[in-house]
């Protein structure tokens, strides 16, 4: 039993060990992890725990590291090649998971990708090149990833979760990240509606920072990471992807089936303030 209360059991013994958990017998492909501190990593775990098949996807040089993150996984999953802008490898790995297991039931988008012009303030000088590139990887790629996967889902449907950042507002540095991300909840709308009647749900989870490799390369994160505690009423720990996680398979499992074409924000509170918050704490200590 783990901590959530769900987790593997063998009460029928040996030779028919029985799963539970929200996502029991579920088959989820999770794109995204490269170290230990990637949200998508938190997210495969989690999956799992709640009784979940993982595979993983990483690409190019990237495949290593990935490999290297999924041993420190239990069960280790298989990590398949699949550059998100490359089709041939979308249809190659959908054709793996078909003979691994049958069909498929969730896929975890958790690509984001921009050239450094795209980033840090300079935002009226980023060539169209580099912001096309930004968009084909962390945007178009979801509906790749939908038109590649979704036939694998059964007649009674599946779900696809991604990870975005509030692209409502503009944010200091973030530049054209910021569209991609606006593109991306398009998207998840878009793909919401065309894939409704096949019973597929298509959800976007709106993350606080959270201190991986690709927060690294957002110049100023860490002024975005403090402005986070702030305003945050619930507070926020940019360490712990954990509640992301949970969301994620919240919106994987059945318990979300009337959830569609959703911006999920799991960010503290961060995003219903206006203004940083004032310390209470301390008002409250003077009365
Ligand atoms: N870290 C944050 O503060 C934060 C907040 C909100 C949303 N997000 C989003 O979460 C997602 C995961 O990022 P992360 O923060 O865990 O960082 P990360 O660096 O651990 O993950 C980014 C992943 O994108 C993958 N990727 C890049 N180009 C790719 C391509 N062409 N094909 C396939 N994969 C590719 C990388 O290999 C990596 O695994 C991203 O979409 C990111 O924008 C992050």
Not at 17 to 25: D, K, M, N, T, Y
Not at 159 to 175: G, I, N, Q, R, S
Not at 189 to 209: E, K
Not at 247 to 266: D, K, N, P, Q, Y
């Amino acid at each position: 039993m783990d901590s959530a209360g769900s987790m593997v059991s063998s009460s029928d013994g040996p030779d028919a060990p029985s799963v539970e958990g929200i996502l029991a017998g579920k088959r989820i492909l999770v794109t995204g992890v490269l170290t230990p501190k990637s949200i998508a990593y938190s997210i495969a775990e989690a999956c799992q725990r709640h009784g979940a098949e993982v595979v993983l996807t990483s690409f190019g040089r990237a495949m290593s590291l990935t490999q290297r993150s999924a041993k420190r996984m239990s069960p280790a999953p298989d990590v398949l090649e699949m550059d998100a802008t490359n089709v041939e490898q979308a249809r190659a790995v959908a054709v793996a998971v078909r003979e691994r297991w049958g069909g498929l039931d969730g896929v975890v988008h958790a690509i984001g990708f921009a050239p450094e012009d795209c980033l840090g303030g300079h935002f009226l000088e980023a060539p169209w090149e580099s912001v096309a590139t930004a968009m084909h990887v962390s945007a178009f790629s979801l509906k790749t990833l939908a038109a590649e996967f979704v036939p694998l889902m059964p007649p009674t449907g599946g779900a696809l979760v991604a990870l975005t950042f509030d692209a409502t507002v503009a944010w200091p540095l973030y530049d054209w990240m910021g569209p991609t991300k606006a593109a991306l909840e398009a998207v998840g709308r878009y793909l919401a509606r065309d894939l409704g009647r096949r019973h597929v749900r298509v959800n976007t989870v709106s993350a606080g920072p959270l201190e991986t490799m690709a927060a690294k390369s957002i110049p100023g994160f860490s002024t975005l990471k403090d402005a986070w505690v702030g305003q945050a009423p619930l507070g926020w720990n940019a360490a712990d992807a954990g509640p992301v996680a949970d969301t994620t398979v919240f919106l994987l499992s059945e318990m979300a089936r009337g959830i569609s074409g959703e911006v999920i924000h799991v960010d503290g509170g961060y995003h219903s303030q206006g203004a940083p918050l004032l310390d209470h704490r301390g008002e409250q200590e003077e009365q």
